[in-house]
């Protein structure tokens, strides 16, 4: 049969898919809050691949697998658990530690902590528009103290800002859909990019996966591991097999400056990192030296009295934006197809498959697009400021869906260094002024780390389905549900938790108050010290881009340099910083499988690595349900 053929026989997707799918995802969400939010411990989707969605995938796996051999009953075919594995990364991800955990928090916050020492009354309340905060006093005493959600008057409370949130966060992923289908066929089908993220995911979706022995060795070996160091957390006589992260701290100048190093083993990040192309991590592992070796070489030169220098947030981020430039370079044959199938008269380009017509994505792209700066604008920003603030989120986004699809990090998180800060940096907050700043400031769950980032997962989504056979169509309107379902399941979860427990009494600090606090803090700080021009870090913007540049300059004249601009990005970052030592065991791995046993050997050894992240997910996945269960803290394998 045909590949073609083959595709039409699999793109059959069950009604049932879609429910099993949407009973899940507040399920997953209610899961992921409690380990991340509540509990603070495991923290999914502060990683690539997150481990709830892969123990889903694992238990209906197993599920289908003994159905088929018991009652010879397919439950699922690979395409179906890959729908599912896709709308539950996506809504736990809109869920997760960098989107939605941060927003209810912060919308009540400048009302039920405003004191006449902070001004917060004085200095902004007048600025932030009604219909996205909650300023009333009683509803909040119950988030806050502890209560229930279903009274009249709390849900009456509520129930405007999360009408006008959930059109404002659904415009934002439809145009991260219409972003992704434009750029889908260069970045999946052209490029031919390597994905490593979903290459589990895409082994477990087929049952063969299960039978080879070499994952069970990975798996096994990493469960007893895990097993035995839950039980040492639990019970400490037991002893422990190896802590997982150690530190080492230069205790003389100039060197002194590199602060911490750690040196972590965490089995899933080794096995994430062999998955990756050998440049790449070799790159990862080499430009997290070379960050550290600017603050030793500003110490030298004695430049650290500098406030910033060598101003390392500046510079990954203007290394996100390249990123996001080069692509868009190398992706302009695609962009100049779209471009004739946009203005072309008579339809002359097939675009059988394709999503949808170009037509209809630039259209829905910019229907959706004047949505969300329409209702920025009735919020009070600016158009120009709403106009930048979204085109530099968007950059940001299309920079990180790019490094995930190319380079396969296992985290990338950039805190603190979203749009806003970079509008402040360059033009400064007295031209920007109070409005723009305030509104801005709402914003800060889409841009306060990019943990859990959408729009990687949508593209990865359509990557996964021509793997497994999936109509692309079917694939949009997955996302489109699991985008739809998991705001709102958010939001229901993200409420019945804090009135049900009191965010001010059993949840912890570090996690929902402070997430409230952080934007209003620093707009305080804006407001009562207004700013011109950050020069130095409008520079290093500036550095960071232009290095990029030069790296992908580099990669395109000497087929030898084995540098990425992407791996440079990411790499300035407080997780990569947790986990470079195992990004190097793991390009130590790979590079003796290749050099000493050459492709084949390497492709024997991939399921024993698959088995490393799979143990550690399902080991640690369980570990977290008998806490949550029983209401005891039980080990986090990642934290």
């Not at 411990?41 to 289908?64: D, Q």
């Not at 792209?365 to 700066?373: A, H, P, R, T, Y």
């Not at 169509?473 to 939001?491: E, H, Q, W």
Request: charged share 10%; net charge positive.
């Amino acid at each position: 049969m045909s590949m073609k053929g083959l595709s039409r026989r699999r793109s059959s997707i069950g009604v049932h898919v879609f429910l099993i799918s949407m009973i899940l995802i507040p399920i997953n969400i209610y899961w992921n809050v409690q380990m991340e939010l509540v509990r603070y411990s495991g923290l999914p989707t502060t990683i690539s691949l997150f481990f709830n969605v892969i123990f889903n995938l694992l238990v209906l796996s197993l599920i289908n697998i003994i159905a088929k051999r018991l009652f010879r009953v397919t439950l699922f075919h690979s395409g179906e658990l890959s729908i599912i594995y896709i709308m539950l990364s996506i809504a736990s991800g809109i869920g997760g530690h960098s989107m939605m955990q941060i927003l209810p928090p912060m919308l009540g916050h400048p009302f039920w902590f405003a004191t006449d020492e902070n001004d917060w009354k004085n200095l902004f309340w007048k600025y932030l528009p009604r219909w996205l905060v909650v300023d009333d006093t009683k509803a909040l005493s119950g988030y806050y103290e502890g209560d229930t959600l279903y009274k009249i008057e709390y849900l009456k409370a509520w129930l405007l800002p999360v009408a006008s949130w959930f059109a404002i966060i659904f415009t934002v992923l439809l145009i991260m859909l219409c972003l992704n289908m434009l750029i889908r066929k260069q970045w999946v089908e052209n490029e031919k990019l390597s994905y490593p993220i979903i290459q589990l995911p895409m082994e477990m979706a087929h049952s063969r996966f299960y039978l080879n022995r070499w994952m069970w060795i990975g798996f096994v070996l990493v469960a007893i591991i895990d097993l035995l160091n839950g039980l040492h957390f639990l019970f400490p006589s037991i002893p422990q097999v190896f802590s997982k992260r150690y530190y080492f701290r230069f205790t003389e100048d100039p060197f002194l400056t590199m602060g911490n190093l750690p040196f972590a083993l965490y089995p899933f990040v080794i096995g994430l990192g062999f998955l990756i192309p050998l440049d790449l991590s070799f790159s990862c592992w080499l430009f997290f030296w070379f960050w550290k070796l600017q603050l030793v070489l500003a110490n030298i030169i004695g430049l650290r009295a500098l406030p910033g220098f060598p101003y390392l947030h500046s510079q990954a981020i203007g290394g996100y934006i390249g990123v996001t430039l080069v692509a868009l370079y190398v992706s302009r044959p695609h962009l100049l197809v779209v471009c004739k199938r946009l203005f072309s008269l008579g339809k002359i380009l097939d675009e059988s498959n394709e999503v949808m017509s170009h037509r209809a994505i630039i259209g829905l792209l910019g229907v959706s697009s004047i949505l969300l700066l329409a209702l920025c604008y009735k919020s009070g920003m600016s158009m120009t400021a709403a106009s930048a603030f979204f085109l530099l989120y968007f950059l940001i986004s299309l920079g990180i869906t790019r490094m995930r699809a190319e380079l396969g990090a296992p985290v990338h998180d950039i805190h603190y260094t979203g749009p806003e800060q970079i509008m402040v940096w360059i033009v400064g907050t007295r031209r920007l002024g109070a409005a723009n700043l305030t509104v801005m400031s709402l914003f800060w769950f889409l841009t306060r780390t990019h943990y859990s980032h959408v729009m990687p997962h949508q593209l990865e989504g359509f990557k996964l389905s021509t793997q497994t056979g999936v109509d692309q169509r079917k694939v949009a309107f997955a996302i489109v549900l699991a985008c739809a379902v998991g705001v709102l399941s958010a939001f229901w979860v993200l409420l019945h938790i804090p009135y049900r427990m009191g965010a001010l009494t059993q949840i912890p600090w570090p996690t929902v108050n402070a997430f409230g606090v952080e934007p209003w803090r620093r707009l305080e700080a804006w407001l009562t010290n207004p700013s011109s021009t950050n020069y130095p870090e409008t520079i290093f913007i500036g550095v960071g881009l232009f290095f990029t540049f030069f790296l992908m300059f580099m990669r395109m004249k000497f087929f030898w340099f084995p540098l990425y601009p992407a791996a440079y990005a990411v790499t300035n970052s407080w997780a990569i910083h947790n986990i470079w030592f195992c990004l190097f065991i793991a390009w130590m791995a790979k590079l003796a499988i290749l050099q000493y046993g050459g492709l084949r050997a390497h492709q024997k050894a991939t399921p024993f690595f698959l088995g490393l992240i799979l143990g550690e997910f399902t080991v640690g996945s369980l570990w977290t349900i008998v806490g949550i269960l029983l209401g005891i803290p039980t080990y986090g394998f990642y934290t």
